[in-house]
């Protein structure tokens, strides 16, 4: 059994707060909880570790409480009695978050775990499915397609939240036929700072609907999302090429990827039911293009390879990367999702990765400086015996012909990614600091001769300063925009991170 005082003093080391009046807080917010009678958990609990564990090994965090919510009413009474003590508050949703926001992001906050929160209900009239904001993507995906045969636009991993994932932008093969996840948000329940449940969407509390797709993190939390699903494409063509020579030089990769390019600029062919990435590794033979197209197998086999391979100087290899299949929709997702199921358990989820992650987004295809920098990098410091750190990078194309992403026009959302064109993720690197230094060095390669590139709010870099990251999430404007709904909202910064809007 820990000390109390010595839970406090651990709990409370990074809240800027003589420890008198952290540990004044502390006891402040678990006695308000006491009182409300919410369920909570705090480092004395001996299932404390099944709560508080966060995905990314490599932030960990020790919250002042989470507390267990089972009605609205629990959330509301959460947020006041953090809001009274003062404590920071960050829901958990999926708690995928690259930096360990919904823990915070530093210690004793007051997190609100949203796991009883876990019901998909689908309106067969209207196609709009009602969603708790603790449902994970499989469990979504799965209870869309059971009930009416229904899709949304998202993530591949099963195990990554709603809450999380919906309102900072949320990319998958699908969203260029479907949109981003946040784009199929048509209505918010949210609990705001001051405690009241609101009903937001277009109309109603519009300011919020607005803030909340986009900076979620900065002004509420939702309890229920309202999702236009679509119907589920009949079959998906499943495909992958692999061109291990194209890392063989510098040039090889540049050419390689300005064809693949090309292709994804060729409107007779490219349309929204073609989703696609690029993936590169340290292995230095990994280069591969893959993606899903909502079409048969006959129209992709006969139009769209042929225009992708007529493209690219090699021809690919037959190894186990280069796969044409025609499957259905949830095998698709399957798939995609690299699980046996796409079913996550509703407690206890324990799936934990130790990284690092950096992103580029670009509304303009990649110019060739760009290329032969990231290429150049890569094959300089980054393949084979060179890694200091086994990585790899998803390039994903989110623009191009027919996008519907890039068909929200600006002021739609807080959200400043519908005109991305690519968005690089470079991804792992962990302890050492050597990986850091190395990924931070492959991101910024990639941005030589763009004039105008940004990073990607679901990939949270907590590496940036929160001038750096307001710069590359929002841009100035809507940075401003949100600083006014700020102030009228949340104006104690109740809803905090070390990088969430002030
Ligand atoms: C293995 C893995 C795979 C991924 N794949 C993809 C992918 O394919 N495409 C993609 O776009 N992204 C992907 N991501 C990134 C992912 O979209 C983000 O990490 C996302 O924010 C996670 O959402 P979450 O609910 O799981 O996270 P959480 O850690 O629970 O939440 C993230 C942030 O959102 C806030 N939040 C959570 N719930 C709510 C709520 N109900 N109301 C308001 N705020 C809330 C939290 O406080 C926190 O600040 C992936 C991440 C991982 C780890
Ligand atoms: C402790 O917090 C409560 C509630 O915020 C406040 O009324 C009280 O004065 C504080 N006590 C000290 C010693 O700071
Ligand atoms: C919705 O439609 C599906 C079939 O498409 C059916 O199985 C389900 O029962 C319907 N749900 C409701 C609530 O009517
Ligand atoms: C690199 O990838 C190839 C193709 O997938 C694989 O056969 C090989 O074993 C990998 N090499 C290393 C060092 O991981
Ligand atoms: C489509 O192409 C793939 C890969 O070349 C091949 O395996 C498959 O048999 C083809 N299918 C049809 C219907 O043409
Ligand atoms: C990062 O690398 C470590 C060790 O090389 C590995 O165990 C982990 O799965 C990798 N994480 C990701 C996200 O690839």
């Not at 991993?157 to 999380?164: A, D, H, N, R, T």
């Not at 410091?381 to 990585?391: I, L, Q």
Request: aromatic share 12%; net charge negative.
């Amino acid at each position: 059994m820990i000390p109390l005082v010595a839970f406090l003093a651990l709990t409370g080391t990074s809240l800027a707060l003589p420890p008198s009046l952290f540990i004044n807080s502390t006891l402040t917010l678990l006695e308000c909880l006491t009182t409300n009678a919410i369920p909570y958990v705090t480092l004395l609990s001996p299932n404390w570790a099944e709560y508080a564990t966060t995905f990314n090994a490599r932030l960990e965090y020790t919250p002042a409480a989470i507390t267990l919510p089972t009605t609205p009413l629990h959330i509301s009474q959460s947020i006041l009695c953090a809001s009274r003590a003062r404590i920071p508050v960050q829901p958990k949703s999926g708690g995928h978050s690259y930096a360990s926001y919904s823990t915070g992001g530093r210690n004793g906050i007051l997190q609100i775990n949203l796991e009883n929160f876990n019901s998909v209900t689908v309106d067969n009239a209207t196609g709009i499915a009602k969603v708790g904001g603790g449902v994970r993507l499989g469990n979504l995906a799965l209870g869309i397609w059971e009930q009416g045969r229904r899709a949304l636009g998202h993530g591949t991993c099963p195990g990554v939240g709603v809450g999380g994932h919906f309102t900072h932008g949320g990319y998958g093969y699908s969203s260029r036929a479907f949109g981003l996840g946040l784009d199929q948000i048509v209505g918010l329940e949210v609990v705001l700072a001051d405690g009241r449940v609101v009903y937001a969407d277009e109309r109603k509390n519009s300011d919020v609907y607005y803030a909340m797709r986009g900076a979620a993190d900065a002004f509420g939390v939702v309890v229920n999302f309202y999702l236009q699903t679509s119907p589920a494409p009949p079959q998906v063509v499943q495909w992958s090429f692999s061109f291990p020579q194209a890392l063989s030089s510098v040039s090889a990769a540049v050419g390689t990827f300005r064809g693949v390019q090309m292709f994804a600029l060729d409107g007779t062919v490219v349309d929204r039911n073609l989703g696609f990435g690029v993936t590169i590794s340290n292995n230095a033979t990994v280069f591969t293009v893959h993606g899903t197209y909502f079409g048969s197998l006959t129209k992709f086999n006969s139009t769209i390879m042929p225009a992708l391979l007529s493209r690219v100087p090699y021809t690919p290899a037959s190894d186990s990367k280069s796969v044409v299949e025609e499957v259905d929709w949830i095998t698709s997702l399957t798939l995609l999702g690299g699980a046996p199921t796409l079913e996550v358990p509703l407690h206890g989820y324990d799936q934990r990765d130790n990284f690092f992650a950096k992103s580029v987004t670009t509304s303009e295809p990649f110019p060739d400086e760009a290329l032969r920098s990231y290429f150049g990098y890569i094959l300089d410091k980054g393949v084979g015996v060179k890694a200091p750190v086994s990585w790899f990078a998803i390039i994903n194309l989110y623009g191009g012909p027919d996008s519907q992403i890039t068909t929200k026009t600006e002021g739609f959302a807080a959200y400043s990614g519908h005109d991305d064109f690519w968005v690089i993720q470079n991804l792992n690197g962990t302890f050492p600091s050597s990986g850091l230094t190395f990924l931070n060095g492959l991101n910024d390669a990639a941005t030589v001769g763009v004039p105008e590139h940004g990073a990607y709010l679901n990939y949270v870099d907590p590496t940036y300063s929160r001038a750096e990251a307001y710069k590359l999430y929002y841009g100035e404007e809507l940075y401003e925009k949100l600083v006014g709904l700020k102030k009228t909202l949340d104006p104690r910064n109740l809803f905090s991170n070390p990088q969430s809007i002030v």
